[in-house]
């Protein structure tokens, strides 16, 4: 989170401490200082992705092939001038920073609610003052970078320490990012992301030494001075008093100042009047108002603490260097194998949540840009509850009687008060002889074994008796059927024209470029189509989720937006389906995918009928809402679906071999 408003303040009154600096000249001189060490810079990715994320839309549900061609673009720009980059993740919502959790997330819900309240009057996407990042885009960044050959971390901990860890262990030539914590710690210099020129690889420098002069304090009084400021540990209400009494003392207010401004000039000077040593921490601890908890700004002091490093204000034997606090015996699960190889896959980037749910059987989802005034489409969190409950009894041994441990769930959708988290039981999906177990679908080997992992898989989506047709399908377009036939079968307000204009993205999308896509353009949004993009999106990393709990029956490459959606795209098909288009127009004349769109609608429709669900269709025309204007609807579209299922693309490879390499389908 950083410190409210220190970037801005160094940015305004301590100039001399925002450098401008050229990257290739400050790794040229690294490669002169340290001739064996190859310069590295360590990049928050998670204060980076909204300035990554720059195609024009951002509102249809993400524009995955633009965005993967502007990260390969980042990463050479880098990799010419000879500089690694090493990436890296939160991984977790540490249990102090859960309250300022929650408050952005019900704040973004009100920014949602505006951008959809924007989008119904105006039928076109807000500016870019109103950004926000499309629904999973750092989960899908994480993995982009991934497929692109970086070095990728998740964390066990806060981002912000383990980054400014790695990059003084590892002596990086800096830190790339937007946080103003990096200020604080005492580690590799800060370099901005927002200030960030990629052509030329020019940057603003932060730097802690100038900062320091300008208030006339040392490097080992910044994080008092970040405590003193309010921060993750220490809050900001307790510290209103402390603030007031700064300000009546102060040689420094200035009326031009805002006031946050002379807090933090007021804050420095009277830290500066005050000897470092513990007897001076325990003194302002006993001065605060911090109730019963009169170790908050030890605590907080101590998290700016990297590993080896030790401050005047605490003691030597008082520092507990931060390490990952979760020990293996207070885990949800016990299997030290099952528990080890969780954590590796986890730390490397390579599964989705499943070590949350094993270590604190506790998982969290951000928001998505839905549509709160939506009532026929459930909040995304609700739609794939049911496939999380069947992924959770996959993870979690059940104990004695059969009993699951309940999975805490911090989702965000329109009704949850996030006031505590929703207490969820795990449910067995649906198998002949019961779900295999955790060790045998992780570390067993061979045919037998490839089949479980795919049947527990669609178990999980309660599609475990289609395995057959979905074995002929491509693994990219396998998958999106799955999640295709299980959101249909979920929601029950979904139409024909829905999965018409899902049915078309993935057939079109084959073989255009980035560049194609990004010249695409919408003469108008509607805000359901918006809804059901992010819906899709969401339902992405529930694959990826059932994927990695199931022993990857799927390569987690397999399962990317890019490969199966583009938001422009499906608000174009969305839009032209439920006004009535010719499906020749709908596929974009290409009579080749006629069949194959003929032969996925037909196994979708077989799904739902097995489970009682009849696709009714409801064109809604180009009113953007629910009425009875509408066309002639195409005949072809209402063709009854056959009875034989021929595979759209089909697999030569016999048998469940997805996560393998594939030879390409049948090409149209």
């Known amino acids: 989170m950083g410190i409210k408003g220190l970037q801005g303040f160094v940015a305004r009154v301590c100039p001399d401490a925002c450098k401008t600096v050229d990257l290739r000249e400050v790794a040229e001189k690294h490669r002169i200082d340290h001739p064996d060490f190859p310069p590295v810079i360590v990049v928050d990715a998670m204060s980076c992705v909204r300035y990554w994320y720059t195609p024009e839309s951002w509102v249809c549900g993400g524009q995955w092939r633009e965005y993967l061609a502007i990260l390969e673009d980042f990463i050479k720009a880098f990799m010419a001038a000879g500089i690694k980059l090493v990436f890296y993740f939160d991984g977790v919502v540490e249990e102090k920073k859960r309250d300022e959790w929650i408050k952005r997330r019900l704040q973004n819900n009100k920014e949602i609610a505006r951008i959809f309240q924007f989008i119904k009057t105006h039928r076109k996407q807000p500016g870019r003052e109103m950004f926000i990042v499309p629904s999973a885009l750092p989960t899908f960044t994480r993995f982009a970078l991934k497929s692109l050959g970086q070095k990728t971390v998740c964390t066990l901990q806060e981002a912000d320490f383990e980054v400014a860890a790695y990059g003084l262990q590892h002596n990086c030539i800096g830190i790339l990012g937007q946080d103003s914590d990096y200020l604080i710690y005492n580690t590799c210099p800060y370099f901005s992301i927002e200030k960030l020129s990629l052509d030329r690889l020019v940057t603003v420098m932060y730097s802690r030494e100038d900062l320091c002069r300008a208030l006339g304090l040392s490097l080992t009084h910044l994080p008092l001075f970040a405590c003193l400021l309010g921060n993750d540990v220490v809050p900001e209400s307790l510290l209103e008093r402390f603030w007031r009494k700064c300000l009546v003392t102060s040689p420094h207010k200035n009326n031009s100042y805002n006031r946050r401004t002379n807090i933090l000039l007021a804050v420095a000077n009277y830290i500066s009047k005050v000897p470092c040593s513990y007897s001076s921490l325990k003194h302002l601890e006993e001065m605060l108002p911090l109730g019963s908890d009169k170790t908050l700004l030890h605590r907080g002091v101590e998290s700016y603490l990297l590993p080896g490093q030790q401050s005047p204000w605490i003691p030597p034997n008082l520092t507990s260097c ?10 949800v699960c016990q299997d030290k194998e099952i528990f080890q190889l969780a954590k590796e896959q986890h730390i490397q980037s390579e599964n989705y949540t499943i070590f949350n749910i094993l270590s604190k059987g506790e998982i969290e989802c951000s928001n998505s840009l839905e549509d709160e005034c939506d009532t026929e489409i459930p909040g995304q ?20 009687g ?25 449910v067995q999906p649906s198998m002949p002889g019961g779900t295999p177990n955790l060790k045998t679908l992780w570390f067993a080997k061979g045919p037998d074994v490839e089949k479980q992992r795919c049947s ?3 178990a999980c989506f309660h599609l475990q008796d289609r395995m057959e047709e979905l074995q002929a399908l491509e693994a990219p377009v396998a998958a999106f059927c799955c999640l295709l036939a299980y959101l249909m079968m979920q929601v029950s307000s979904l139409s024909l024209e829905d999965l018409n204009a899902f049915v078309a993205v993935i057939l079109c999308l084959k073989g255009k470029s980035a560049a194609q896509l990004a010249g695409l353009q919408l003469a108008q949004v509607d805000s359901r189509g918006v809804h059901l993009g992010a819906v899709f999106v969401r339902g992405l990393t529930t694959l990826l989720m059932a994927n990695s709990a199931c022993g990857f029956p799927f390569r987690m490459d397999d399962l990317m937006p890019w490969e199966v959606f583009d938001g422009k795209l499906f608000q174009e098909k969305y839009q032209q389906s439920h006004q009535g288009c010719s499906l020749e127009e709908l596929l974009e004349g290409n009579e080749s995918l006629y069949t194959p769109f003929q032969n996925l609608k037909s196994f979708i429709c077989k799904a739902c009928t097995a489970k009682k669900r009849t ?54």
Do not use: C, D
């Open 322 to 331: 931060q390490t990952f606090s979760l020990q293996q015996q207070t885990a």
């Open 381 to 400: 969190a609700l739609i794939y509850r049911p496939a999380r409950q069947h992924i959770y009894s996959v993870l979690l041994e059940s104990g004695k």
């Open 402 to 426: 059969g009993a699951y441990p309940l999975v805490k769930e911090w989702f965000v959708y329109f009704g949850n008060p996030l006031q505590q988290p929703e207490l969820i039981q795990p």
């Open 456 to 458: 527990t898989f669609l």
């Open 615 to 668: 696709i009714q269709s409801r064109p809604r025309g180009n009113g953007f809402i629910t009425g009875t204007q509408q066309r002639e609807f195409n005949p072809r579209f209402q063709q009854t679906h056959r009875s034989s299922f021929v595979p759209p693309y089909h697999n030569q490879m016999r048998g469940f071999l997805w996560r393998n390499p594939q030879p390409q389908g049948k090409k149209y």
